[in-house]
């Protein structure tokens, strides 16, 4: 079973570079390393009982990122459905 995920892998990164080369941009692997870091900087202030000293130009901060990812999922549902409504279910 580690053969096609190892033979599959190799192709979607051989895909990949190939895009990044051709439009010219970069795989964002630094702001996937940063935001990993502040998950786990934030599951750990949860842990200490810091999450006590949390101040309120943080909470509006998180707040924000939040609704900005929120918003830009649902406009991926959107473009994914063609359609703002919903999904069209019978019955």
């Known amino acids: 079973i580690t053969e096609p995920?190892?033979?599959y892998s190799k192709i979607l990164f051989s895909f990949a570079?190939?895009?990044?080369?051709?439009q010219k941009v970069t795989l964002p692997l630094a702001?996937?390393?940063?935001?990993?870091?502040?998950?786990a900087r934030f599951f750990a202030t949860l842990q200490n009982g810091q999450w006590?000293?949390?101040?309120?130009?943080d909470t509006r901060t998180i707040l924000f990122k939040g609704i900005e990812i929120g918003g830009?999922?649902?406009?991926?549902e959107m473009i994914g459905r063609f359609?703002?409504?919903g999904y069209k279910i019978p019955g």
Do not use: C, M, P, W
Not at 17 to 22: F, L
Not at 31 to 39: I, P, R
């Open 83 to 85: 359609n703002i409504i």
């Open 52 to 57: 006590r000293k949390v101040t309120l130009k």
């Open 31 to 39: 702001d996937f390393f940063k935001a990993q870091e502040g998950y």
């Open 17 to 22: 570079s190939q895009v990044t080369k051709h």
């Open 72 to 76: 830009f999922f649902l406009v991926g």
């Open 5 to 7: 995920i190892y033979y």
